[in-house]
């Protein structure tokens, strides 16, 4: 009973930023993510008899404490589903990914550990179950279950039986590049569950964003659909920009940006005022994705490389769904 899943990691363009459920990771508004080919997970999961508990291999090294319980409880919905409570798993995943650094490696973490475990114990999901299954792990790891653009629904059911991922658009569809600028590699100082928690119950700027994202969603899918660059990198910076300033209004007060964020931010206002279209967007954490079109990438890539404080600049393009190796 052994499988292995690969699963890619998305950038979202419509932020996902506050539960109304914790313990299901219910949302409190839709997303949208584009999957990016350059970040992945890889993991396989074997299920045994004779174990006692799971085991959890991250890059070859042995995961304790509360990264374990978030996969051993995974786990347990899955033996759930299959009826098999009392089998436990060994589970080795490959991160290709900075962990916990704002470039969601628990989206394709979960995506690919959701896949391979449910095709090691003999469950058959499609797309649509597995999404609603892989959102119990991690919310956003939901979208990463397709390929290409793929929106979130929020649902309404209390019991989340209406919210998942569905696809918006093949990867096929738009060659829209993304640069993921990276700054830090370090652990950010609030996760991105507590930081959702402080700023939904604390920050009065909450309700505005919520009342935003109808709108932003609505443009936003027209722009991919006609392919319209301008207007969807701008919708998704500024959709950016909005979620941020939820943080800075919550009590007590944070911001996931360093100094070298707002940098490269300024740095991406001046390419477009140089004619280069580009638009930046950022998760919770301190690193920096910018949109470009293939055209620029050249330019692109030399510009970010040359900014203070930039360590790295990797290139993505739009990335496929799960796959089964």
């Given amino acids: ?80 589903l299959a009826g098999k409570e009392q089998l436990y ?49 991690s919310g956003s790891a939901c979208r990463s279950i397709y390929g290409g653009f793929a929106e979130w629904e929020m649902g309404e059911q ?32 609030v996760s991105s569950r507590a930081g959702m928690k402080r700023t939904v119950e604390t920050s009065p700027f909450y309700s505005g964003w919520i009342d935003s994202i109808p709108n932003d969603l609505k443009q936003i899918k027209e722009a991919i659909e006609g392919k319209d660059f301008e207007k969807a990198g701008s919708i998704a910076e500024a959709n950016c920009l909005k979620m941020h300033a939820t943080t800075l209004a919550a009590n007590p007060p944070f911001t ?8 490269v931010m300024h740095a991406i206002q001046d390419m477009r005022a140089d004619g280069i279209p580009a638009y930046f967007t950022i998760d919770a954490g301190p690193n920096v994705k910018v949109l470009y079109l293939p055209e620029d990438e050249a330019r692109v890539k030399q510009r970010l490389s040359e900014i203070s404080g930039v360590s790295g600049v990797i290139l993505s393009k739009p990335g496929q769904g799960i796959s089964y190796l």
């Avoid at 006692?52 to 890059?59: G, N």
């Avoid at 470039?103 to 959701?114: E, P």
């Avoid at 989340?160 to 830090?184: E, K, M, T």
């Avoid at 996931?256 to 940098?263: A, Q, V």
């Fill in 256 to 263: 996931y940006w360093h100094d070298t964020t707002m940098r």
């Fill in 158 to 189: 209390a019991d989340g039986s209406d919210s998942f991922a569905v696809p918006i658009a093949p990867a096929r569809h738009w060659d829209v590049r993304v640069a993921a600028v990276v700054l830090s590699s370090t652990m950010k100082k």
């Fill in 1 to 80: 009973m052994k499988a292995t899943a690969k699963a890619h990691t998305n950038i979202a363009l419509i932020k996902y930023w506050g539960k109304r459920d914790e313990r299901l990771i219910l949302p409190t508004n839709s997303s949208l993510s584009l999957t990016l080919d350059g970040f992945s997970t890889t993991t396989t999961v074997a299920f045994q008899e004779g174990l006692s508990e799971d085991q959890f291999m991250l890059d070859n090294q042995l995961v304790e404490g509360e990264a374990f319980r978030r996969v051993t409880k995974f786990l347990d919905l899955i033996r759930q």
């Fill in 89 to 137: 798993a060994k589970v080795n995943s490959i991160n290709d990914v900075p962990t916990a650094a704002g470039f969601a490696s628990s989206a394709s973490g979960f995506a690919a550990l959701a896949a391979a475990g449910t095709k090691a114990i003999g469950l058959d999901l499609d797309d649509q179950a597995l999404s609603r299954l892989t959102r119990q792990g």
